[in-house]
């Protein structure tokens, strides 16, 4: 779990294309059941890195990102596939 942040830290801060990021953060989220099931969550702290972390750094790219139709379709992608 204490990988998650720097993970997350490191797209922030890397000079890459904001739709390029709102990708890789999407990949993120798509991840979300593998990552779950590779921590130990006894703190239930592994919620708050998707609810708030991840996804405040998805709105900071996206709010960036010139392509709005890929945003809304990754958003739409990534319901659909939410179990």
């Keep these: ?4 942040h720097p993970l997350l830290n490191d797209l922030e801060a ?5 739709c390029l ?3 890789l953060v ?3 989220f798509e991840a979300d ?7 130990d969550d006894f703190k239930d702290e592994l919620g708050d890195v998707f609810q708030f972390t ?3 750094l998805f709105v900071s790219f996206a709010i960036r990102c010139e392509n ?3 945003i809304a379709d990754l958003v739409i992608s990534l319901n659909l596939k939410n179990d």
């Design 26 to 28: 999407g990949r993120f």
């Design 68 to 70: 709005k139709q890929k």
């Design 33 to 39: 059941a593998q990552i779950y099931q590779r921590c």
């Design 21 to 23: 990021a709102v990708e």
């Design 14 to 18: 890397g000079a890459i294309d904001p």
């Design 1 to 4: 779990m204490s990988q998650l």
């Design 54 to 56: 991840a996804a405040d």
